[in-house]
């Protein structure tokens, strides 16, 4: 199993940026699937899940109507559109799946949001 992220990057605040995770080794419309982000000094925290089949979503409070997760089970692909950006929002994000009982991350992508 191997969860690849891209799409990070400097952006200025109320900007937008787009990630992506693609993900390979298994059948991932069966699984939930998770974005977590962790800011420096401070520790990792789920930003937006989508379940498997049925892709019900769920945010963190602090990102709710600003942040949309998506899934393209075609493509074994997870998206974190995320629009109006705060400073507050700069961390590592990392995707991540718990498949067959055990928990896989992405290597994290860095976003930055600063003028």
């Known amino acids: 199993v191997q969860l690849v992220e891209s799409g990070g990057g400097l952006v200025q605040p109320g900007g937008s940026l787009r990630l992506s995770c693609a993900a390979s080794?298994?059948?991932?419309?069966?699984?939930?699937m998770r974005w977590h982000r962790q800011a420096p000094g401070k520790e990792r925290e789920l930003v937006a899940l989508?379940?498997?089949?049925?892709?019900?979503?769920n945010y963190a409070d602090s990102v709710k109507g600003r942040f949309t997760i998506s899934r393209d089970n075609a493509n074994n692909t997870v998206y974190l559109q995320m629009n109006s950006l705060k400073p507050e929002d700069t961390a590592v994000y990392y995707c991540?799946?718990?498949?067959?009982?055990?928990?896989?991350w992405g290597q994290g992508t860095q976003v930055t949001v600063s003028s």
């Open positions: 991540f799946a718990r498949v067959w009982g055990r928990d896989y």
């Open positions: 080794g298994a059948t991932f419309s069966r699984y939930d």
């Open positions: 989508i379940t498997g089949l049925g892709g019900n979503t």
